[in-house]
């Protein structure tokens, strides 16, 4: 951590900050209806959202965000809005990849490209590749992820690779899932005032914070984001110990 982002937490006094940092955005479609705008709408202006929750991560010292941008089970939404939010992803894509990059920024997918158009899936391959030797921190998009399917690929991907029953451990399974090699998030917050985990990182999720805030995802700006880390702050994680042991 930077002595500008010490200087900022010690302000705020926050005792503590999450390395990883991942977020349900929710309440797009809730944001768009109260101003009479088509969902898409809401959509485009949750993507605008990320950038400002982005630059909160580097203010405080956040490495590794994960968004949930879409899941496997979205498919089943109106086929004008499936297709509307392929356009809106390719759009960032081309609009924000060297923004990215050039602020040090590495760019992740987690999830499956089946699915997608091959167009798309050469840019996200391209975004990936640009930017993997960035340090300054990770932009981990969950885009066509499932935490239930990435879960039985990991499996598969283990028979397939012929290790003995034996050899397995967490550690070892670990290895086989999207995130291999990031930390596990220590902080979920989900927007919109939902409870649920919705099917999110539910196996790197087995000992983190939740935080749920009523706020809409296109308002989550810093403040909203500050308040979460206040809430983790004061936090005592236990991983299943006792405190004080």
């Known amino acids: 951590m930077s002595q500008d982002q010490q200087a900022l937490t010690a302000k705020h006094g926050l005792t503590k900050i999450p390395r990883?940092?991942?977020?349900?955005?929710?309440?797009?479609?809730?944001?768009a209806a109260k101003r009479g705008l088509p969902r898409l709408a809401g959509h485009r202006a949750g993507v605008e959202n990320i950038q400002r929750v982005l630059e909160g991560c580097a203010d405080y010292g956040v490495k590794v965000l994960t968004i949930y941008a879409f899941s496997?089970?979205?498919?089943?939404?109106?086929q004008e809005e499936v297709q509307g939010l392929l356009r809106i992803l390719e759009e960032v894509i081309d609009r924000r990849t060297q923004e990215f990059h050039e602020?040090?920024?590495?760019?992740?997918?987690?999830?499956?490209l089946e699915g997608l158009s091959e167009s798309l899936k050469a840019k996200v391959r391209y975004a990936i590749d640009l930017t993997k030797n960035n340090d300054k921190g990770i932009l981990n998009i969950a885009f066509n992820y499932g935490g239930r399917s990435e879960i039985v690929e990991a499996a598969r991907r283990i028979i397939q690779a012929g290790i003995a029953p034996e050899s397995l451990d967490e550690n070892l399974f670990s290895r086989y899932l999207y995130t291999a090699g990031l930390p596990d998030p220590d902080l979920i917050i989900r927007t919109a005032g939902e409870m649920r985990l919705s099917n999110y990182l539910i196996?790197?999720?087995?000992?983190?914070?939740?935080?749920?805030?009523?706020?809409?995802?296109p308002d989550f700006d810093k403040q909203e984001f500050y308040k979460a880390l206040q809430a983790y702050s004061q936090r005592v994680r236990r991983f299943g110990g006792l405190e004080g042991v």
């Open 72 to 78: 496997t089970e979205n498919w089943s939404r109106p």
């Open 103 to 112: 602020k040090g920024v590495q760019l992740r997918h987690i999830g499956q």
């Open 20 to 31: 990883h940092v991942a977020i349900i955005m929710d309440g797009n479609g809730r944001w």
């Open 203 to 217: 196996w790197q999720a087995a000992y983190a914070e939740y935080y749920s805030t009523p706020t809409l995802w």
